[in-house]
């Protein structure tokens, strides 16, 4: 009884001197005054660079803030990590209802809390004056020391060719250091929380030392926890519940589609049941936001070796608009992702033949096009390295780069069949297929390292610059024993995703180029699909000019358009015939300008798929007049698009470039799909251009004339629009 006894008070003692530790550590940083600037002075999408974040400390020296302009956290550190305060800025809104751990971690088949405070009774809100009162979670990882210190970016990526955004997002972080309780003495859990700097963003991930001389597995865990004020909560259950008005997205993803919402596999809104005072009856609220991997990753930890979790990143919106949300998520990417800016002008070549890649590269070279992408069906084969196909390919890089052309090529990865021994083994059959894409195979197989090595080796020696990879990881598990680099079902998820993101960061790391059309952006992937069905470009040509138009205006929303590739079938793509292709170009050309105009003006690169750019002198001047109007405009061209009036064949549609750091302030581009000229009143949405009180407008290359704003930041143009034709308008 007496050791029993003494042990508790050294205990006690231990746990005196960390807090007293932590608090002058805590003491050294500056205070931050929350009643400054509850709420944000400032519109950061137009002057981003008023925010600056920072590494505060509350008054009271037992806190840590993470800050800028936009948002702040507040993490109580005695006697244990936790959240205590969410608050947007831009709102002026507390987001943040009650305490929790701060996530979890499971090892070897035992889950502990991460951080967190206990006996909170009321989960509905919570008073400054209850944190005292709080005790540590019982069995978690407790914090005792922490670190601040400058943001890393994402990832390295080689800057190589122009790109809208050529800067890493800046911002500090702040890294606490937790030691594991009783039975896991010797593992230490590293929790990074940044916030960045001009954007609305917090970013967080932990890295799990093994320290012991066991091997661990991490079986599972939760990056985040945090119990949310709900928007709603109806006495009874409703179809769908409205969520808190956050943007929650991880690095890690898995669906084989085009945009975040379908790809994310990561974000959970749970119900919290010891919520009592919430309205609804059976208490289904979804108010609690757990982020976590939807399998494993049941990864193994040698002594010494480290684990490290995905990333996330939360980001509040200050308003339930749809143009605005959407430009706080392209600004998320663009500064994120900033490789995702990039948009190089290419040509989806169809042939390997030595003379007709030659005639595309010189043809590249005189209208300023700046990439051939040897298309699918070509005959190129990346997983051939012998010293002969190398060899072919090298000769034509080397001509074309000789003409200032780069030059990529195509695979395709997921969306076949293999065999028996490599494919995705499906944990509900034992047999492969009924996956994804029917069958795939797997990644950490034999066969798909050999794979990646082939690519990487065809890349390297050829010295193309570009990679096209078709059906690319889908997410799949995959339930084999057998194959090499996997265990079983429980792990196969996040090896597999490992593997494709290393390669992805690989290409990133050397400057080569990306098309995916799958949602990689933040694991290093420039490009993916816009969004479209293959067989609406078998449609006859008049009707692809509206459904190319309407692509471009409703797929530009979430996404930054230089992140986008859409389609322009120059020879028979999924049938169609002649009705549907624009090769002869020379006998299409309205088509031709017209597709590349609304494309180019849009900001939205598209595979231009055939064996040429033009066939006459008329067709080579029209591709020279594009590309260089698109070059002339390539910044407003390639910023925010503000939707004006959606294409519906029926009146006039258009978008609106906005650049409030620009020479070009904004860009509007306007089409008739009618078949006489119009007169139009079009009022532009001048507010994101950064303008107040007046605007300098001019039509094409015309004189410009000044305009007096509204209050709104509205200007009203009357427009003459030509028949199935456009026009566009520059404001200074």
Known sequence: MKAFITALFLMSMACCLRAERLEQKVASLPVFDSLASTRTPFDWLLTPERSVAGIYRTPDARGIVVANSMVWRTFRITPNLATTDYV?????????????????????????????????????????????????????????????????????????????????????????????????????????????????????????????????????????????????????????????????????????????????????????????????????????????????????????????????????????????????????????????????????????????????????????????????????NMEDVSEENIARYRELVDYARSRGIEMGCYSLLASRWISDEVDVINPATGHRGGMRFGSSPCLCSEWGYDYFHRLQTFMERTGMTCLEHDGSYPGDVCASTTHAHHRGLADSQWKQFRKISDFYRWLSERGMYSNVPDFFFLNGTTKVGIGYRETNWSLPRDRQIIHTRQLNFDCTWDRPQTSLWSFVPLVQYHGGGDAATLEPLSEHLYEYKTLMVQNYGCGVQACYRGPRLYDNDETRQAVIDVISWYKKYRRILNSDIIHLRKPDARDWDGILHVDPQGQEKGLALIFNPLGEDVVREITLPLYYTGLTRRARIREREGRAKSYRLTPEGNVTLTVRIPAGGYTWYVIE
């Open 88 to 380: 947007n800025r831009m709102t002026g809104e507390r987001m943040m209802r009650a305490v929790s751990a701060e996530g979890s971690v499971s090892i070897n088949g035992t889950r502990y809390p991460l951080g967190g405070l206990q006996g909170q009774q009321e989960r509905g809100y919570l008073l400054d004056d209850w944190i005292a009162s709080l005790t540590p979670t019982e069995g978690s990882f407790r914090v005792e020391d922490f670190e601040t210190r400058d943001m890393a970016p994402l990832l390295p990526w080689k800057r190589t060719r122009w790109a809208r955004n050529t800067h890493d997002a800046t911002g500090r972080e702040v890294v606490f250091t937790l030691r594991g309780p009783e039975g896991m003495k010797g593992v230490t859990l590293k929790l990074h929380v940044g916030i960045y700097d001009q954007l609305p963003v917090i970013r967080r991930y932990f890295e799990l030392v093994n320290e012991t001389s066991d091997t661990l597995c991490v079986d599972s865990f939760e990056l985040e926890r945090l119990a949310m004020f709900e928007p709603e909560s109806p006495v009874e259950v409703p179809p769908h519940f409205l969520l808190p008005n956050i943007h929650v997205e991880s690095d890690y993803h898995g669906g084989g589609s085009f945009t975040e919402r379908e790809t994310d596999i990561t974000e959970h809104w749970l119900t919290d049941p010891a919520y009592t005072s919430q309205r609804n009856y059976p208490r289904q609220t979804p108010c609690v936001l757990q982020v976590s991997p939807p399998i494993g990753p049941a990864q193994d930890v040698a002594p010494g070796e480290t684990f490290c979790s995905f990333n996330v990143f939360e980001m509040p919106f200050d308003s339930d608009d749809r143009e605005r949300k959407g430009l706080f998520t392209r600004r998320f990417y663009a500064a994120i992702a900033p490789w995702t800016t990039q948009n190089p002008i290419f040509l989806h070549l169809t042939s390997t033949d030595p003379a007709t890649v030659r005639r595309a590269v010189d043809q590249c070279a005189e209208t300023g096009y700046e990439m051939i992408i040897l298309s699918f069906g070509c005959g190129l």
